[in-house]
Nanobody
Framework: QVQLVESGGGLVQAGGSLRLSCAAS????????KGWYRQVPGKQRELVAG???????NYADSVKGRFTISRDNAKKTAYLQMNSLKPEDTAVYYC?????????WGKGTLVTVSS
Protein backbone atom coordinates (compact mmCIF):
# COMPACT_ATOMS: atom_id res chain seq x y z
CA GLN A 1 0.00 0.00 0.00
CA VAL A 2 1.15 3.50 -0.85
CA GLN A 3 0.56 6.53 1.30
CA LEU A 4 0.86 10.12 0.12
CA VAL A 5 1.12 12.91 2.65
CA GLU A 6 0.89 16.56 1.67
CA SER A 7 2.27 19.32 3.84
CA GLY A 8 3.13 22.99 3.69
CA GLY A 9 -0.30 24.52 3.44
CA GLY A 10 -1.43 27.40 5.55
CA LEU A 11 -2.67 30.95 5.60
CA VAL A 12 -0.85 33.48 3.46
CA GLN A 13 -1.54 37.00 2.30
CA ALA A 14 -2.13 37.71 -1.37
CA GLY A 15 1.17 38.08 -3.15
CA GLY A 16 2.93 35.72 -0.79
CA SER A 17 4.44 32.30 -1.34
CA LEU A 18 4.11 28.76 -0.07
CA ARG A 19 5.87 25.52 -0.86
CA LEU A 20 3.89 22.31 -0.69
CA SER A 21 5.47 18.90 -0.29
CA CYS A 22 4.14 15.46 -1.15
CA ALA A 23 5.93 12.53 0.43
CA ALA A 24 5.26 8.95 -0.62
CA SER A 25 5.77 6.04 1.72
CA UNK A 26 4.72 2.45 2.24
CA UNK A 27 5.31 -0.68 0.20
CA UNK A 28 6.59 1.13 -2.84
CA UNK A 29 8.41 -0.76 -5.55
CA UNK A 30 7.69 1.71 -8.30
CA UNK A 31 5.89 5.02 -8.10
CA UNK A 32 5.35 8.00 -10.32
CA UNK A 33 4.15 11.18 -8.68
CA LYS A 34 2.08 12.73 -11.43
CA GLY A 35 1.07 16.11 -10.15
CA TRP A 36 -0.85 18.46 -7.93
CA TYR A 37 -4.57 19.08 -7.95
CA ARG A 38 -6.82 21.41 -6.01
CA GLN A 39 -10.45 21.49 -5.03
CA VAL A 40 -12.82 24.08 -3.62
CA PRO A 41 -16.30 23.38 -2.20
CA GLY A 42 -18.88 22.75 -4.88
CA LYS A 43 -16.37 22.30 -7.67
CA GLN A 44 -14.55 19.42 -9.28
CA ARG A 45 -10.97 18.65 -8.43
CA GLU A 46 -8.75 20.21 -11.07
CA LEU A 47 -5.20 19.70 -12.23
CA VAL A 48 -2.89 22.49 -11.16
CA ALA A 49 0.51 21.18 -12.20
CA GLY A 50 1.54 17.92 -13.82
CA UNK A 51 4.87 16.26 -14.37
CA UNK A 52 5.68 13.30 -16.61
CA UNK A 53 8.05 10.45 -15.90
CA UNK A 54 10.55 12.22 -18.12
CA UNK A 55 10.29 15.44 -16.16
CA UNK A 56 8.18 17.49 -18.54
CA UNK A 57 5.79 19.81 -16.76
CA ASN A 58 2.46 21.36 -17.55
CA TYR A 59 0.34 23.87 -15.69
CA ALA A 60 -3.16 25.17 -15.57
CA ASP A 61 -3.36 28.51 -17.33
CA SER A 62 -4.43 30.14 -14.09
CA VAL A 63 -1.16 29.29 -12.34
CA LYS A 64 1.34 29.34 -15.19
CA GLY A 65 4.25 31.58 -14.38
CA ARG A 66 3.46 31.54 -10.67
CA PHE A 67 3.65 27.87 -9.67
CA THR A 68 6.47 25.40 -10.21
CA ILE A 69 6.27 21.64 -9.78
CA SER A 70 9.36 19.60 -9.07
CA ARG A 71 10.17 16.05 -8.03
CA ASP A 72 12.93 14.20 -6.24
CA ASN A 73 12.63 10.60 -7.36
CA ALA A 74 15.21 9.33 -4.89
CA LYS A 75 13.24 10.82 -2.01
CA LYS A 76 9.89 9.91 -3.57
CA THR A 77 8.81 13.46 -2.93
CA ALA A 78 7.23 16.13 -5.08
CA TYR A 79 6.94 19.84 -4.46
CA LEU A 80 4.80 22.72 -5.55
CA GLN A 81 6.32 26.15 -5.21
CA MET A 82 3.55 28.73 -5.25
CA ASN A 83 4.43 32.37 -5.72
CA SER A 84 2.35 35.51 -6.19
CA LEU A 85 -0.59 33.79 -4.57
CA LYS A 86 -4.08 35.09 -5.22
CA PRO A 87 -7.28 34.64 -3.21
CA GLU A 88 -8.63 32.44 -5.99
CA ASP A 89 -5.82 29.98 -5.27
CA THR A 90 -7.54 29.14 -1.99
CA ALA A 91 -8.29 25.42 -2.04
CA VAL A 92 -7.35 22.05 -0.67
CA TYR A 93 -4.32 20.86 -2.61
CA TYR A 94 -3.83 17.17 -3.32
CA CYS A 95 -0.94 15.09 -4.55
CA UNK A 96 -1.56 12.30 -7.05
CA UNK A 97 0.59 9.32 -7.96
CA UNK A 98 0.54 6.04 -9.84
CA UNK A 99 2.15 2.84 -8.63
CA UNK A 100 1.93 -0.49 -10.44
CA UNK A 101 -1.26 0.43 -12.22
CA UNK A 102 -2.99 1.90 -9.17
CA UNK A 103 -3.77 5.54 -8.53
CA UNK A 104 -3.29 7.19 -5.15
CA TRP A 105 -4.34 10.45 -3.53
CA GLY A 106 -3.19 12.16 -0.39
CA LYS A 107 -5.62 13.66 2.09
CA GLY A 108 -4.77 17.18 1.03
CA THR A 109 -3.40 20.32 2.58
CA LEU A 110 -5.39 23.53 2.88
CA VAL A 111 -4.09 26.72 1.32
CA THR A 112 -5.89 29.91 2.25
CA VAL A 113 -4.93 33.17 0.57
CA SER A 114 -6.30 36.30 2.16
CA SER A 115 -6.94 39.50 0.25
Amino acid sequence: QVQLVESGGGLVQAGGSLRLSCAASGSIFSIVIKGWYRQVPGKQRELVAGITSGGSTNYADSVKGRFTISRDNAKKTAYLQMNSLKPEDTAVYYCNADSLGKNYWGKGTLVTVSS
